[in-house]
């Protein structure tokens, strides 16, 4: 049989598709292309109602005998994709796969070998499902249920399948990786320790991390981070700027913390990328509250906001407050994103004109080549560099988004 899988969302879907593909291909069926798959896997997401939106409209134009429907959407909605003709798949491997609807894929359900990715040498491993957290307003709780981690000998024996096939960046996925091993007696400075122990030149780099999971485990964490297997990267979503708004979020910490953290983290690691996410336009936000989450991101000048429009999604608490109009979200997300791409730009040229150490990961588009440093900046190479190689790169352009650079030797 041909198959063919479509995700959408966030690392740790990539890591579940990653996983059901390898377990389809060592079954002996073969992966092909959308045109000629006789199975269609689409792994879905439904964090905003935007999203949503694209999910059914992408699923109603492959509905049919040979579409699965897997991922958040059914998992947190059944009701949006009910009226979508597909298919159930059960036992296909062999067994029950947990595909069917209204459920997602689990990682733990594969334990087969991965095979290599001809476009890249990136490798997510997901290390656990589920969260702690009960924010107010997301449903991904919903969809992935509560903390299911896997065990550090789990993680560490995926970690050296995904290296035999040539993978030189790991990628440790989850919806909150500073909560992982909270429900086994373990957590995620133990599990890096184990990582960075495996044989192997390769570098991880460690998934989003929610504050009020990463506060209990911040000084040990930065001890991990000091390893030089581990990229010099955080992504920790503050989502809000005011104290007043992170508590209706019930996100469990104050914008002080964030703060702290950051800083805590920067002392350590001044080349530090930062990534953070940010929420515009939550219910009862003022523009005192949208101008202190601008404060906040000018004074830690993050490299990257994701920014988000707030959307209410079915069945959270947040659901039941009176929204704003559009148009105020619509003018803080954009106000955000200036303020955010300016920061952003600035700090990447700080490294024009000068050499960086990186790897080449994956193939770009138009016959370019992306390496990353060992703050996983991503740098544009358009020299024809084999993958896997290590060069020292001279930085001959720079953007809010990407370092374009040059081979001035190799390693």
Not at 46 to 67: C, I, Y
Not at 262 to 285: K, M, N, Q, W
């Amino acid at each position: 049989m041909k198959f063919y899988v479509e995700t959408y969302g966030c690392a740790a879907n990539q890591g579940n598709s990653e996983s059901f593909s390898a377990a389809l291909i060592e079954k002996g069926h073969l992966p092909s292309s959308l045109e000629e798959a006789d199975l269609v896997v689409v792994n879905t997401c439904a964090v905003t109602e935007r999203t949503e939106r694209n999910m059914k409209r992408r699923l109603s134009q492959l509905q049919g005998d040979r579409l699965v429907i897997s991922g958040c959407l059914p998992s947190a909605m059944p009701e949006a994709v009910r009226d979508i003709r597909c298919r159930e798949l059960m036992g296909i491997l062999g067994r029950p796969m947990g595909m069917k609807m209204g459920e997602a894929f689990r990682p733990e359900e594969s334990r087969t070998r991965h095979h290599p990715n001809a476009k890249n040498l990136c490798a997510v491993v997901n290390i656990s499902e589920g969260c702690k957290g009960r924010c107010s307003y997301c449903i991904v709780r919903r969809a992935r249920g509560t903390l299911r981690s896997k065990t550090v000998l789990e993680v560490a024996e995926e970690v050296r399948h995904r290296l035999a096939g040539g993978a030189v960046e790991i990628q440790l996925a989850s919806q909150d990786a500073a909560a992982y091993g909270q429900d086994m007696g373990s957590s995620l400075p133990e599990l890096l320790g184990a990582v960075a122990e495996i044989d192997g030149d390769f570098k991880v780099r460690v998934g989003m991390m929610n504050p009020d999971q990463l506060n209990p485990i911040l000084e040990d964490l930065i001890i991990s981070f000091e390893d030089p297997k581990i990229y010099k990267f955080l992504h920790l979503p503050v989502q809000s700027g005011s104290d007043k708004i992170l508590e209706a979020m019930k996100r469990g910490y104050a914008a002080q913390d964030f703060l702290d953290m950051t800083a805590r983290f920067r002392a350590t690691f001044p080349d530090l990328t930062l990534y953070t996410d940010v929420i515009s336009g939550f219910p009862g936000e003022t523009e005192e509250d949208s101008r202190a989450t601008e404060a906040l991101i000018r004074e830690t000048k993050p490299d990257k906001v994701n920014v988000t429009m707030y959307s209410s999604r079915p069945g959270t608490e947040a659901s039941r407050l009176k929204d704003m109009p559009s148009r105020f979200k619509k003018d803080r997300s954009r106000r955000m994103t200036r303020l955010w791409q300016q920061i952003a730009g600035q700090r990447n040229g700080r490294y024009l004109e000068k050499t960086i150490v990186a790897q080449v990961t994956e193939r770009g588009r138009e016959g370019t080549m992306m390496a990353r440093s060992l703050n996983y900046k991503k740098i544009v190479v358009r020299d024809p560099l084999l993958l896997g190689s290590v060069h020292r790169l001279k930085i001959v352009k720079t953007s809010p988004f990407y370092l374009v650079g040059m081979v001035a030797s190799r390693e």
